[in-house]
C-alpha cells in the first residue's frame, strides 16, 4: 500500500503543478503579439486521444535517437489514467 500512496502522491503532484504557467505568461510567451491557435477542433477531428498524442511524442523523440517506449510503460499508463479519472 506504501507504493500506491508514492505513486498517487506525485500524481496529484504532477496534476497540481503541472502545465500552469498563468502567473508568467506574459513574461515567457514568446510571441505575445500573435493570437493563440486552438488547434481543439482539428484535434478532435483526427481523432486524437491521449493515447494517440502520447505515441505521436514518442515517434518523435524515436525519431531523434531515443529509444521507444516499453510495452510496461502502456500497461502501467493505462493503470495511472484509472487511477486520474
Do not use: C
Not at 506574459?26 to 491557435?37: G, M, T
Amino acid at each position: 500500500m506504501k507504493f500506491y500512496s508514492v505513486i498517487l502522491f506525485l500524481l496529484l503532484n504532477l496534476v497540481r503543478w503541472s502545465q500552469d504557467w498563468s502567473n508568467i505568461e506574459d513574461l515567457v510567451a514568446p510571441f505575445p503579439d500573435v493570437p493563440v491557435i486552438d488547434v481543439t477542433k482539428a484535434m478532435i477531428e483526427q481523432k486524437y486521444d491521449a493515447v494517440k498524442m502520447h505515441k505521436l511524442s514518442e515517434s518523435f523523440y524515436v525519431s531523434v535517437g531515443f529509444e521507444s517506449l516499453p510495452e510496461s510503460f502502456w500497461e502501467k499508463y493505462f493503470f495511472f489514467m484509472f487511477l486520474l479519472f
